[in-house]
Nanobody, 122 residues
Framework: QVQLVESGGGLVQPGGSLRLSCAAS????????IGWFRQAPGKEREFVAV????????HYAESVKGRFTISRDNAKNMAYLQMNSLKPDDTAAYYC???????????????WGQGTQVTVSS
């Protein structure tokens, strides 16, 4: 059974950092592209970052470029999202997702975690 589990969310002050983790089980992660998405209350799920199968290609939403870094460790079946210089607008539930093709449309990803909440507030 394909399963993704996010962790690492929490409450952080503006300007702070968090590192989200995505643990995969039931499949070999290096066959999949990994994406991070987020959804704030009342808003649609939006793309944050994506990384290809071996980590050689990454893409970021403009709103997080220069602040967030996506990475993966295929040997550990893990993916990560390092978030620095957090802003209140980054507050959302964050989800990791996996699929075969490299894209940024959340509708194209077929395997999802349950999400982890990130709240940026003073």
């Amino acid at each position: 059974q394909v399963q993704l589990v996010e962790s690492g969310g929490g409450l952080v002050q503006p300007g702070g950092s968090l590192r989200l983790s995505c643990a995969a089980s039931g499949f070999t992660l290096d066959n999949y592209v990994i994406g991070w998405f987020r959804q704030a209350p009342g808003k649609e799920r939006e793309f944050v970052a994506v990384i290809d199968w071996d980590g050689s290609t990454t893409h970021y939403a403009e709103s997080v470029k220069g602040r967030f870094t996506i990475s993966r460790d295929n040997a550990k079946n893990m993916a990560y999202l390092q978030m620095n210089s957090l802003k209140p607008d980054d507050t959302a539930a964050y989800y990791c997702a996996a699929d075969y093709a490299l894209n940024v449309d959340p509708h194209e990803f077929h395997h999802w975690g349950q999400g982890t909440q990130v709240t940026v507030s003073s």
